[in-house]
């Protein structure tokens, strides 16, 4: 079985081809990093534009590089129908419809958001059900996985997401987008998180508190408060080693209430699925790539005897094998592929479908 997963989401055009065996036979990635950077964030409209612009070149060039002649050698196309920015969204979905009619293929709509919880399945062996922290620009929630389809949110952000987060307080230093890679750079140079910790005492938004919910609006506004008072201090112009280690404080915090929001997720797990056996705590989407918070979700799994997996690095930013694979499990648990005029939809809950 192959299946083409496109994805356009947001501010990156995504092609790829993987088959039932979990064999990657091609993985394109156009990103727009440098059109945005100008704004310091994503434009919709001009993230639209370039989807328009690259998408038919790595498809082509995706057929190409699985060693396939023609469509017709696909079993089926997967494409994101959101969430999303939904001008790139419909730009993916039209290309995938016009392949799918052209070629008589079998389409199936995806939930961008499903893309990212199912990934660890194929790289990563993981059997339902598992605990799943899904982390990225636009989404902070924690779900219980109980199969293909079938959700249960556990939590999610009040306000702003934990990468939407990290890309504010960048953009208030000056450090350029995307801001996430940027805040992990500088803050792994400190040479004690604990220490810079308690000199910044920044608030650590429900923590402490019943249910798996996040909040990080608070924590966003309490940096730029501590920005304001360096720059005020320094005339301008930040210390380098006063950067450091308030954005080691920063992410430290924000471990500190990931582990307490999994640690209550990790008791209502057990209390939905009593019965199972060496349960996985999973972490997806493009926090997932912080090593830092990464090693905190590691050994929160290993304290409460949960074992830990997650995407390799380059498979937890958006990507098309995400949507190729959610194709891939679609088509296995037999359910039913979509009609030609399928909507997007700009706002899609995993746990509504």
């Known amino acids: 079985m192959k299946i083409l997963g496109i994805e356009t989401s947001c501010d990156e055009t995504a092609v790829a081809i993987v088959?039932?065996?979990?064999?990657?036979?091609?993985?394109?990635?156009?990103?727009?990093?440098?059109?945005?950077?100008?704004?310091?964030?994503?434009?919709?409209?001009?993230?639209?534009?370039?989807?328009?612009?690259?998408?038919?070149?790595?498809?082509?060039?995706?057929?190409?590089?699985?060693?396939?002649?023609?469509?017709?050698?696909?079993?089926?196309?997967?494409?994101?129908?959101?969430?999303?920015?939904?001008?790139?969204?419909?730009?993916?979905?039209?290309?995938?419809?016009?392949?799918?009619?052209?070629?008589?293929?079998p389409i199936y709509a995806i939930n961008h958001l499903e893309g990212h919880a199912l990934m660890p399945r194929m790289t990563n062996d993981i059997e339902f059900p598992y605990l799943l922290l899904l982390a990225s620009?636009?989404?902070?929630?924690?779900?219980?996985?109980?199969?293909?389809?079938?959700?249960?949110c556990l939590g999610t952000t009040k306000d702003d997401a934990m990468g939407e987060c990290f890309d504010k307080v960048a953009k208030l230093l000056g450090l350029g987008y995307p801001g996430g890679p940027a805040v992990e750079k500088l803050a792994a140079k400190s040479t004690n998180v604990?220490?810079?910790?308690?000199?910044?005492?920044?608030?650590?938004?429900?923590?402490?508190?019943?249910?798996?919910?996040?909040?990080?609006?608070?924590?966003?506004?309490a940096m730029r408060k501590k920005i304001e008072a360096l720059k005020s201090d320094a005339n301008g112009d930040i210390l380098d080693i006063d950067k450091i280690e308030l954005l080691a404080a920063f992410q430290g915090t924000v471990g500190l209430v990931i582990k307490n929001r999994i640690e209550n997720a990790i008791k209502e797990f057990r209390t939905i699925f009593p019965n199972v056996e060496n349960p996985n705590l999973v972490v997806s989407g493009g926090v997932a790539a912080n090593e830092y918070l990464r090693?905190?979700?590691?050994?929160?799994?290993?304290?409460?005897?949960?074992?830990?997996?997650?995407?390799?690095?380059?498979?937890?930013?958006?990507?098309?094998?995400?949507?190729?694979?959610?194709?891939?499990?679609?088509?296995?648990?037999?359910?039913?592929?979509d009609n030609l005029d399928f909507n997007v939809a700009p706002r899609w809950p995993l746990d509504n479908m």
């Open 295 to 337: 090693q905190v979700m590691q050994n929160t799994a290993n304290e409460n005897n949960f074992k830990f997996a997650a995407p390799p690095i380059n498979l937890c930013t958006d990507n098309g094998v995400m949507i190729a694979w959610a194709g891939v499990e679609r088509m296995g648990a037999n359910m039913s592929a």
């Open 137 to 152: 620009g636009g989404h902070s929630q924690i779900l219980a996985v109980k199969a293909v389809g079938d959700y249960i």
């Open 19 to 105: 088959t039932d065996k979990k064999k990657i036979l091609s993985n394109l990635i156009f990103s727009q990093i440098d059109e945005h950077a100008l704004y310091g964030g994503v434009v919709p409209e001009v993230a639209a534009r370039s989807h328009m612009e690259h998408i038919k070149t790595l498809t082509k060039k995706a057929l190409s590089e699985a060693g396939l002649s023609s469509f017709k050698e696909l079993d089926a196309i997967a494409v994101t129908a959101g969430p999303g920015l939904i001008g790139g969204v419909m730009v993916g979905v039209m290309m995938a419809k016009a392949i799918a009619a052209v070629h008589s293929l």
């Open 194 to 221: 604990k220490t810079a910790i308690e000199k910044f005492n920044l608030p650590k938004p429900l923590f402490g508190r019943e249910g798996c919910d996040f909040s990080f609006s608070g924590l966003k506004t």
